[in-house]
C-alpha cells in the first residue's frame, strides 16, 4: 500500500458508524483542561481544582510524581506542585489515558490484562523515548501517551463484536491474540479504530499516524516513523519482559534501531538497561 491508496480520515470513520462500533468521545473534563492550558498563564491552580474532583485521577498523578521516573526527593502532596513538577502536558497526557480507559469499560479479566499490557508498554516506551531523547526527538510523555493508545481499538471492538478475540477472552489475557488474524474476520481492523480514538481526543497528528501503522512501517512521515519504531522497540521489549517469542522482531529489528539511534552491536546492552529501568519504575 502506498500514502496515495491510504483512505481518508472520513472514508475510515463512514466504514467504522457503517459497523456500529462507537468511538468514545472525549470526555468534558479534558476540554475543560485544554481551554485551561490554552490560557496565557495556565491556570495551574484552576487545573489543579478541576483535577481535585476525581479522585482516581488524583491519586494516578501523585503516584506518577512520586515514582522512581521523576526521582523526587521529597513526597510530593499538593496537587498545584505535582502539576508544576510533571508539567501540565504530561498531567493532560496522564488524564487522557486513566479516562480512555473509563471510557472504554468492560469489566472481563481480559479488560485488566489489555490495560495491564497497555500501561507495561507505555513505561517502556517512554523509557526509551527519555534514553534516546537525542536521537528521536520525542518527548516522553508523548511516548507514553502513544504507548497507552496505540491498542485502544482492541477493547472497542471486543465489544462491539462478542466474538473478536473470544480466545483471549476465553483465556482471561493470558495469550495474546494475533490480531491479523482476528481483523480479517471483520468489515475494520483495531489499528483504524485507534487512530479514529486518536483523532477524536485531539492527539498529536504524528501520534494519530503512529496508532494508525504501528505494525506497518511504511506510510508515515518522519515524526511517526520515529514514534512507531519507538512503539515497535517496547512491544518487543515487553515480550522480551514475560519471554514470549517475538517472529516479527527479526525482520523489524535493523530498522528500528536505526530510527532510534541504537547500533546493532549494542543492542542486548540497550535491552537489558531498559529492561531494569522498568523494573525499577515497577518496584
Known sequence: ?????????????????????????????????????????????????????????????????????????TPITGIQKAITILGINQVSNLMKGLLLRKSIGGNEVAYEKFWERSNEIALLSAIVARKQISACNIAVEQAY????????????????????????????????????????????????????????????????????????????????????????????LHKNLHRINDPEWPGISGNVLDEIGVHKEGAAEFIEDVLEKFNQEQS
Open 1 to 73: 500500500m502506498t500514502r496515495n491508496d491510504i483512505p481518508d480520515e472520513q472514508s475510515l470513520l463512514a466504514n467504522v458508524l457503517s459497523s456500529q462500533i462507537s468511538i468514545p468521545p472525549q470526555p468534558a473534563i479534558l476540554l475543560e483542561i485544554d481551554k485551561l492550558i490554552n490560557k496565557p498563564n495556565n491556570q495551574i491552580n484552576a487545573i489543579g481544582n478541576l483535577i481535585n474532583k476525581d479522585v482516581g485521577l488524583t491519586a494516578a498523578i501523585f503516584k506518577l510524581v512520586n515514582s522512581a521516573f521523576y526521582k523526587s526527593s
Open 145 to 236: 501517551m502513544a504507548g497507552l493508545f496505540h491498542e485502544c481499538g482492541v477493547p472497542i471492538l471486543m465489544q462491539r463484536f462478542p466474538e473478536y478475540c473470544r480466545t483471549f477472552r476465553l483465556n482471561h489475557g493470558s495469550h495474546w491474540p494475533d490480531f491479523h488474524e482476528e481483523d480479517k474476520r471483520f468489515n475494520t481492523d483495531h489499528t483504524v479504530v485507534g487512530y479514529l480514538v486518536t483523532k477524536h481526543w485531539n492527539l498529536p497528528e504524528f501520534i494519530s499516524q503512529a496508532v494508525r501503522f504501528h505494525h506497518d512501517r511504511l506510510n508515515v512521515e518522519h515524526a511517526a516513523l520515529t514514534m512507531v519504531s519507538i512503539l515497535q522497540m517496547a512491544r518487543h
